[in-house]
């Protein structure tokens, strides 16, 4: 498998190559998060070697993602089904880092294929990140108005800083694809956001 490994998390391949985590003992499950980091990595791979193998195991890692979303007319969220204990979390829980990810490998998957599906998936999957916390989303405004995604969406606020970075990522590659003034309006937000708060990490 390249650059990975059967046991993060304590997990294994499925059958058709797309990683799953063992976050119980004996029990795997499917992690959006792990899935597009690992799809991440078979894009890379496959942008030099053009190897088949790797097209075919990518494309079971997007119709994975495509089982796996909860998805309505105007959004579009991948759930986490088990009790984060760290953050005191009760399932399902969304997770602002996975919808930020999910975005970017989505894109680079139509960009790969030309279908436009999946560019409507990731434009929903950006909606989703403008429901607030409190209404089960991952969006919050701190008390000096800076815009927050929250990778954990916990009370008291968690503010996870690597997981609102992968958020932005996903944004950037959103405003790449498409050129939405929206999407970067809210970058130059989560830009003023990390200026006024990078001190206190």
Known sequence: MIHYTDNIYNGKFDAQGVPMCGFELGVFSY???????????????WLKSKDESLLTTLKACIERLELLKT??????????????SKYKISAPWASAMAQGECISFYLRMYQLLGDDKYLKTAWKAYQFLDLDVKEGGV???????????EEYPSEPPSYVLNGFIYTMFGLY?????????EVQTNIDKCIKTLKDNLHKF
């Open 139 to 149: 969006k919050r405004i701190d008390q000096d108005g800076n815009l927050w995604y």
């Open 173 to 181: 590659d959103l405003f790449r694809v498409t050129g939405s003034q």
């Open 31 to 45: 992690f959006p998060i792990n899935i597009a980091q690992y799809g991440f990595m078979l894009h890379a791979e």
């Open 71 to 84: 998805e309505t007319e105007t959004s579009c969220v991948w759930y986490h089904h088990h009790y984060e």
